[in-house]
């Protein structure tokens, strides 16, 4: 099943039970779908570049929420119900592409080689090596410029 993020712009006065009976019935809606629902993020209030009108006003800010969600394909054309919702503003359903986890990150073949490339690049000795010659070379440059300054 893809991965899936869901952004829910809510009004900005509408209760905290109410945001949580929303985000309640479209997880259930993603639970009814064998889906699962991987993160929830409340990002807070957020200023509008515009106003967004509705039948009770026009808003300039809204609640900013972001659903993380993995579910069939199909669901997208599910949540319609979401435009007749009156507590919001605006939503959007955003599939996460060539999203690959864990091991399946890496080819069977170039496991192993990458893994040991890595360890291999962290416990470099000759890097400590170069690092001290670094400081050599800054030393030389300090005792140049003391004897400038001399004989200036």
């Given at each position: ?5 869901c ?6 006065n ?27 993020k ?111």
């Open positions: 099943m893809p991965l899936y993020d952004m829910l712009l809510l009004k900005p509408i209760q905290r039970e109410a945001i949580a009976d929303l985000v309640a019935r479209v997880g259930k809606h993603v639970y009814r779908r064998n889906g699962v629902l991987t993160d929830l409340t990002l807070g209030t957020v200023q509008l570049g515009y106003g967004i009108k509705k039948l009770d006003g026009r808003y300039y800010q809204g609640e900013l929420m972001q659903m993380t969600m993995m579910t069939p394909p199909s669901f997208n054309s599910e949540l319609s119900y979401l435009n007749k919702e009156d507590r919001l503003l605006r939503w959007l359903l955003i599939k996460h592409r060539d999203m690959k986890f864990g091991t399946d990150f890496f080819a069977e073949d170039d496991a192993k080689s990458e893994l040991r490339n890595f360890r291999s690049n962290l416990y470099d000795e000759n890097s400590e090596e170069d690092a001290d010659d670094d400081d050599d070379d800054d030393d030389e440059y300090d005792v140049d410029e003391q004897s400038e300054t001399k004989e200036g």
